[in-house]
């Protein structure tokens, strides 16, 4: 299993402020990504963070918005930017771990729980 | 597109039996998660079937049947910490990324 953490574990912004979550993974994972869960809703990815490039984002979130960084591959950085109080979230890092079909899982880091004034 | 279900609620005696039912219909399938979530904390990974058949991991079990677009949780001899939501996920294709259905919240009385 990967062993994952998240900084911060919560906070609590002002609207207009960006946050940047950081996502820290203790081996070398094959594919990281970024969820979203809405109080009383299940998850909604947000986006796969690619290595040295891009992230892959799905229908209805921006790079303008939550812009991703994936500098290597045990760590990467989610920003929330121009926070409103819609923003109010529980925002998970996730990582795709590979050793066959045996042990092919997705893991979850702890989470970063997000409130906006 | 992606549309999983699963029921929202249910509710079994301590040391019963409790099966929660997961259809999904998906644009490709390479395997069906199933996670427990404790209220405010993080989905924790209970099991993966990519292949027809039951997987058992002592008081939980998940079965998976590709053919049916179905799906199940077993947990056996359930305990008051089994209290919680339990989220189905299918991987689509060739991305890997997870879908969720909403989640079914099993409470567990004495």
């Known amino acids: 299993s990967a062993v994952i953490s998240q900084k911060p574990s919560r906070d609590i912004c002002q609207r207009g402020t960006s946050l940047t979550i950081q996502c820290q993974v203790d081996?070398?994972?094959?594919?990281m990504f970024w969820y979203r869960q809405q109080p009383g809703q299940s998850l909604t990815l947000i986006a796969t963070?690619?290595?040295?490039?891009?992230?892959?984002?799905e229908s209805g979130f921006v790079i303008d918005k939550f812009p991703i960084s994936r500098p290597n591959l045990t760590f990467s950085t989610l920003t929330v930017s121009n926070m409103s109080p819609e923003d109010s979230s529980i925002y998970l890092c996730?990582?795709?771990?590979?050793?066959?079909?045996?042990?092919?899982?997705?893991?979850f880091g702890p989470g970063t729980r997000l409130t906006v004034l | 597109g992606q549309n999983i279900d699963q029921p929202t609620e249910m509710t079994a005696t301590e040391g019963a039996i409790v099966q929660i039912n997961c259809t999904y219909q998906?644009?490709?399938?390479?395997?069906l998660f199933w996670y427990q979530q404790h209220a405010g904390e993080a989905p924790t990974f209970l099991s993966y079937?990519?292949?027809?058949g039951l997987e058992e991991k002592g008081r939980f079990s998940s079965f998976l049947s590709r053919s049916k677009g179905y799906s199940y949780l077993l947990l056996k001899e359930l305990q008051m910490k089994d209290s919680a939501s339990y989220l189905c996920?299918?991987?689509?294709?060739?991305?890997?990324?997870?879908?969720f259905g909403a989640g079914t919240t099993v409470t567990v009385r004495a």
């Open positions: 081996s070398q994972v094959t594919m």
């Open positions: 996920a299918v991987r689509g294709g060739d991305d890997y990324k997870l879908s």
């Open positions: 998906t644009s490709g399938f390479n395997g």
């Open positions: 963070a690619n290595q040295g490039s891009e992230a892959t984002y």
């Open positions: 996730s990582v795709r771990t590979s050793g066959g079909s045996s042990t092919d899982t997705q893991y």
């Open positions: 079937n990519v292949l027809d």
